[in-house]
């Protein structure tokens, strides 16, 4: 897949469908493809990331996820970010290696969470031995704090890092510190680094500081509302904005049989789930749907 946009915009960190005795399913992957590009408006995604439980996954699993991913977006998706972190060097590199056989249009890594890097150069020390396995494709930081308990702050993490990583183009910044954010973004890099911001509760506050777009779970089903919101944004209408940021509540509303999620992770409960679709149901939109 060679991406011919930039990514920007919404891009839908995808669930990982199972089967209800617990092994990955592949073959809901088609119609979840046309789900997100007809119901949702949304033709980037990130494979294998918190959502996808993608470091509950074995190796394997996440090979065959990822090529099934590229083989049903093929002509469909515009950007397949596939997520390669793992707390091996060795494996994640394994899998940098594989997404750039398969074509990805970029990959991510989180920062190790079990040993953990201290500063700055041990992150990127790590980051780039990942990233030069897959020399052409374009790489993210996938900052998420509050996962992997790595708080090196991402401004700091910048400085010369397309010294070190030639294919860095961006971060996916998943964190409340918006002062990092900003500082990241005013740096003199902004015009060529990508940042996609990963707490959808408070999009609306990065854009306003100059993400490029979001990676999230939401935007699988309410990527659709979402993409108003943007709209809403870019005109800009920032009173119609906030009223669509503030009613982004999650559940699932696609009809796909997704399955359960993988241990240590539980299911819901019926009343949540109960719950959750009377809320959503309950909400007026601004687009009167
Ligand atoms: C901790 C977590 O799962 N954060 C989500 C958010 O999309 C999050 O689900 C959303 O803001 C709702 O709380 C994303 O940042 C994670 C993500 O994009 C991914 O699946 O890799």
New binding site residues.
Partial sequence: MTPRKKLEGL?A??VTPMTPDGRINLSVIHQYVDYLVSEQNVKNI?VN????E?LSLSIQERKQLAEEWMCQGKDKLDHVII?VGALSLLESQELARHAAAIGASGIAVIAPSFFKPTNKDELLGFLQKVASEAPTVPFYY?H?P??TGVKIRVEELLDGIREQIPTFQGV?F?DTDLLDLAQCINKKEREQFVFLY????QLLSALAIGANGA?????NYLGRKTNLMLQAFAKPDLALARKYQTKAV?TSVSGIPMGPPRLPLVGASEEFIAKAKAKLESIVWPDGD
């Fill in positions: 891009v960190a995808t990130f990331g918190t959502t996808g993608g997520h996938y998420i509050a996962m996916k998943s990963g707490v959808d509760e990676v999230g779970s939401t935007y999650m």
